[in-house]
């Protein structure tokens, strides 16, 4: 009796490791997605060398000619085309969290969702991804305030900012960075704290717009009306 019931608990074990055993194709088909995206916004990051883009462009086979003449918006068509690819594995996997693919790959798609135009759509995967733990709830979180950012409200945890032209008090055009409005903000460091974020609403803004930036409170009116002028 003691060896079958041996023989049946190797068994048990063996069938979990299977189930968590990490799918590698699709791990490997999620990182090359990863890399394209990353890879396309360091393009256009202020902190990339000139020899840093140069083989960056070399690595994602971008014609630099391309390049320069359509600039973002061939970052707007990549996008397109790794979120159909993305869409395709989640209506074969569901989400791919640290189960499926482990860690940071299951990153990949999250980012892939976060600069489309469909997080309505994906949020409550999203969410329920959070709850199983496939995924770090700050991710939920970021999400979650993009979604509300982009729907006029109010953000829930601080994680996201904007950039507007507005004029200074000379009428001089001016850009100028914001943390977009807060919801209950006199409790949000509270509610970082207990998302899982390691930094404050402050820090964090600091960490968005550089070292120099001092945090200044909008309104949900202050914003809109400034996002509207540039419309």
Do not use: C
């Amino acid at each position: 009796m003691k060896k079958i019931l041996v023989l049946l608990f190797g068994i048990s074990i063996l069938a979990i490791n299977a189930q968590q055993k990490v799918n590698e194709a699709l791990k490997k088909e999620l990182d090359a997605i990863m890399k394209v995206d990353q890879g396309y916004r360091m393009l256009f990051d202020n902190e990339t060398t000139s020899e840093k883009k140069e083989q960056l462009l070399k690595d994602l086979n971008i014609d630099k000619e391309e390049f320069k003449k359509k600039n973002w918006m061939l970052v707007a068509e990549q996008d397109s085309l790794n979120m159909q690819k993305v869409e395709s594995i989640i209506a074969q996997y569901g989400y791919p969290g640290k189960t499926l693919v482990g860690e940071s790959t299951n990153q990949a798609a999250w980012y892939v969702i976060q600069h489309s135009n469909k997080i309505g759509k994906y949020l409550p995967l999203i969410k329920e991804a959070g709850k199983k733990k496939e995924i770090p709830f700050t991710w939920v979180a970021m999400m979650e305030d993009r979604y509300l950012m982009g729907e006029d409200k109010e953000q829930i945890y601080g994680t996201q900012g904007r950039g507007e032209m507005t004029k200074d008090k000379d009428g001089k055009p001016v850009f100028i960075y914001f943390v977009w409005p807060v919801k209950d903000l006199k409790n949000v460091n509270q509610r970082r704290k207990e998302a899982g974020f390691d930094s404050t609403l402050e820090e964090n803004a600091k960490r968005m717009f550089g070292p120099d930036f001092t945090y200044k409170p909008y309104t949900l009116k202050q914003a809109l009306e400034l996002r509207n002028k540039n419309k």
